[in-house]
Each structure stands twice: as C-alpha cells, then as structure tokens.
C-alpha cells in the first residue's frame, strides 16, 4: 500500500473521530473513525522504517519519558490495587486507549495533517454549541448527557479547546486569518462557547477560560503586540470572573436554601467533605494509592459522604494520589511540566508560528488543569481529548521545527 493514500486516510479517520469525540449518542461511527485511524497510522509508521525520510520525528525525549513514567505507573498499580479487575479495565479504556490516541494524532500531525486536525476542532468548536443551543432553544430542550456526555464533561471539552479560536486571529500559517471574515468567525464562535457555557451552569469554566486564554493570548503575540493583548485578554479575564460569580449566584438561589449567599455555598461545598475522606484515604496507602481507575474507592466516598453521586475525589491530583499514590501524582505533575517546558521552549524559539504553537500548548494545559482543580475530567472522552490536541499542537510544532532545518 502507497504511503501517502494511508497518510490521506489517516488524516480523514482522524478528523472525523476529533469531530465526533465530544458526544457519547455515536458511539459505532467514532469507534470505526478510531480504528481506521490507529490502522492506517501503523501502516504509515511501519512504512516510515523502509523511508528514512517519513520517519517520525520525536516530540522531545523528556516528554516521552515523563508519558512513559507516568502510565508506567498506573500499569504497575494492578498489582497492589484492592479491585485488580476494575484497574484492568480503566488501564485498557484510559491508559492504553489514550496512548493510541495521542500516537495516531501525532503521527497524522507529523505527516502534514496538523492543519486539517486543528480545522476540525475548529469545526467541532463550531457545531457541538450550535448543537447545544439549537437543543435548548428547541421544544424537547437540551440533554447534555444524550448529546455531550453531560453538562461537566462539555464544559471540561469547551475550556480544553477554546484556545484554539485564536487560530482564527493568527496569520498563517499557524492560524486562518488570511480573510476578514476570520475574525468574524472567530468572534461567533466566541459568544456560541460562552453562552453555552453559561448553559452548563458550571462556574469553575469560567476560571479556566480565563487562564486559558490569557496564557494562548498573551505569550501566543510577539513582543511589539504584547502589550495590546494583554489589555485584550485582561478585558476577556474580567468578563469570565463576572460570569463566574454570576453563576456562583445562580447556584447559591438554584441548589441551597432560600437566602443562602455565595460564601456560604463555598463553605458548605460537597467537594470540602470529600477532599477530607479523600485525605484520610490516602493517609492508609500515601505512595502507592489503591489502584488505577477513578472510581476505585467510590463505595468508601460513597458511604464517607452519605451521598452516592459522590464517587471521586473531585479534583484531578488528588484523585490522582487515592489511584497511584504520591509517586502517582508526581509523575502526573512531571508529564504536565515536561509538556509546558516543551511549550515554553517554543515560545521562545524567536520564530512567531512556533512561539504561537507553543502558547496553544500551554493554554490547552492551563485550562484543562484549572478545571479539574474541582473535578476529575482526565477520563475517557476527556482525556483522549486533551491527548489528541496536544499531539497535533506538537506534531505541527515539529513540523515546523523541521522546515526551519532545512
């Protein structure tokens, strides 16, 4: 089989698993898009041995070795984990299959896909909201849980991916605006995030849009234009933190007893009762945890708590320790700073495409990390997710890395 026809269906497969991800109503159609993608991307790895010019580049041997660390570990904790068949299966559905997927989407990236990957998260950033609002202006209204995994979980994507708008600001070629209607778009797609956003009645998204993009705005300008983004991006921050208390408020009159105020839902938040069960957990198991897998301890939360929605540990390093222990949460931490130090290197490469790569990068992780200070998204959907951008966000940076070699 020719290489660049697998690269083409690779490029497709890929594209169009990216586009269905964030919604669980389509499961057959994003499983065959996965699937023809990890086929065609050992094919074209496997073609690359006998090509020494479509081999793939490295991503960075720090990154590599924190990625192996890290679920090195998770693979070791079956054998001290308290429910060996339950780690199995989260090892298998989290660990390996999210390996797979930052693979696949890298090696797309590394074959010149990198801007058709990031064009259908563009597109998907267009039609999942559009999706959303269209449903909660219809008669039926919006499920979140039918269409979007669940109001949390769409939040989770929209902070992972809203970086990627400024795409449509930046010059080619990291970025669309070669036509006025870029920005146009751009902004559409703004206010379609944040009114959906404010439809998932979350507040701890608006937190991370803001850092999100504050970091992609002002470390994504060179220096001459830094300053003006930094009034644009403290602008948007400022719009996020009133939304964030506008939906602290909503909560406080929604949830809670008549005239409950914001600081006191803040005090009477459930995640507070379930960091202390998760400390007290953790002190019995702090290097090595219980096992990988999320919900390995959800019937001891469940019974701490008294309330049985309540099955992690809301808050994705400390989820981390019950799992693997401190050992666990640290190669996580290792893996997020081997990733920002790559970030950070691009950024100051003195190159601007590669510096906006680079402030991409750190954006995806800031907002991902900020939202899940309060809950545990790095999971399924989610995960694959945040593995999948970050793999084409490396893959065109070194791609461009090696056009300026030459």
Not at 22 to 30: D, E, L, V, Y
Not at 112 to 128: H, I, S
Not at 254 to 261: G, W
Not at 366 to 389: I, P
């Amino acid at each position: 089989m020719k290489l660049d026809p697998c690269r083409r269906a690779l490029a497709v497969a890929a594209a169009a698993y990216l586009l269905l991800l964030p919604s669980n109503a389509i499961s057959f159609w994003r499983s065959l898009a996965f699937a023809t993608a990890a086929a065609s991307a050992l094919v074209v790895v496997a073609s690359g041995r006998r090509l020494p010019e479509a081999r793939i580049p490295s991503p960075g041997g720090a990154l590599l070795a924190a990625l192996a660390a890290w679920s090195g570990w998770a693979v070791a904790s079956l054998a001290w984990s308290i429910d060996p068949a339950f780690t199995l299966g989260e090892i298998k559905s989290d660990v390996l299959w999210g390996l797979l997927t930052a693979f696949l989407f890298y090696v797309a990236a590394t074959g010149g896909a990198g801007r058709t990957l990031l064009g259908a998260a563009l597109a998907g950033l267009a039609f999942w909201p559009a999706l959303a609002l269209g449903l909660e202006l219809s008669p039926a209204g919006w499920n979140a849980r039918l269409a979007h995994m669940g109001v949390v979980a769409y939040s989770t994507y929209l902070a992972t991916c809203a970086p990627l708008l400024l795409l449509l600001a930046w010059p080619p070629p990291a970025g669309w605006n070669a036509r006025p209607a870029a920005l146009a778009v751009a902004v559409l797609l703004l206010a379609l995030l944040v009114v959906t956003a404010r439809m998932s009645d979350n507040r701890i998204v608006w937190l991370a849009l803001g850092v999100a993009l504050t970091v992609a705005v002002v470390f994504g300008q060179p220096g001459g234009a830094r300053r003006r983004a930094t009034l644009a991006a403290a602008a948007a921050a400022t719009l996020f933190g009133l939304l964030f208390v506008d939906a602290m408020r909503d909560r406080a009159r929604d949830v809670y007893p008549p005239q409950t105020t914001v600081e006191d839902t803040l005090v009477h938040d459930p995640r507070l009762a379930i960091w202390r069960h998760a400390g007290e957990h953790i002190r019995d198991r702090p290097l090595t945890g219980y096992g990988y897998g999320r919900l390995i301890l959800k019937d001891e939360l469940r019974a701490d708590t008294g309330d049985h929605l309540l099955t992690h540990a809301h808050n994705m390093f400390v989820s981390q320790w019950l799992q693997t222990g401190a050992i666990g949460v640290a190669l996580l931490v290792a893996l997020f700073a081997a990733a920002g130090a790559r970030y950070a290197g691009l950024v100051r490469s003195g190159d601007d495409t590669l510096r906006r790569y680079g402030a991409l990068g750190l954006a995806v992780l800031a907002g991902f990390v900020v939202k899940n200070l309060t809950d545990d998204f790095f999971f399924r959907a989610n995960a694959k997710l945040l593995l999948a951008v970050n793999a084409i966000v490396l893959g065109a940076a070194v791609v461009r890395e090696r056009e300026l070699r030459r």
